[in-house]
Nanobody
Framework: QVQPVESGGGLVQAGGSLRLSCAAS????????MGWFRQAPGKEREFRAA????????YYAGSVKGRFTISRDNAKNTVYLQMNSLQPEDTAVYYC??????????????????WGQGTQVTVSS
């Protein structure tokens, strides 16, 4: 079992960058696939990126490919989301989530068992 805790959100101007961090407790962190999702007001939770337990495999939503990079440091029990070229439409609460393994349904929130509390990202125009 892992408990994700996000940090690194904030206010940034359009075109700027932010790096989100997700620290997860638990000795088995490296066995969990990790994902980042976002949720804007009045909208459903939306997949952003996922990474396998080893870090060898990564997946991205089409709208963030080339702008966002997911990575992890298993020695620190932490996963990151580097977000570049941010736009106002990226504004949302960003959530980190853990799944027992990286299935082909990595973009589906129901496949993730453990969720953080979220961190707000606001991009001003």
């Amino acid at each position: 079992q892992v408990q994700p805790v996000e940090s690194g959100g904030g206010l940034v101007q359009a075109g700027g960058s932010l790096r989100l961090s997700c620290a997860a407790s638990g000795r088995t962190f490296s066995t969990y696939a990790m994902g980042w999702f976002r949720q804007a007001p009045g909208k459903e939770r939306e997949f952003r990126a996922a990474i396998s337990g080893s870090g060898d495999s990564t997946y991205y939503a089409g709208s963030v490919k080339g702008r966002f990079t997911i990575s992890r440091d298993n020695a620190k029990n932490t996963v990151y989301l580097q977000m570049n070229s941010l736009q106002p439409e990226d504004t949302a609460v960003y959530y980190c989530a853990a799944a027992p393994f990286l299935s082909r349904n990595y973009a589906t929130s129901a496949n993730y068992a453990y969720w953080g509390q979220g961190t707000q990202v606001t991009v001003s125009s």
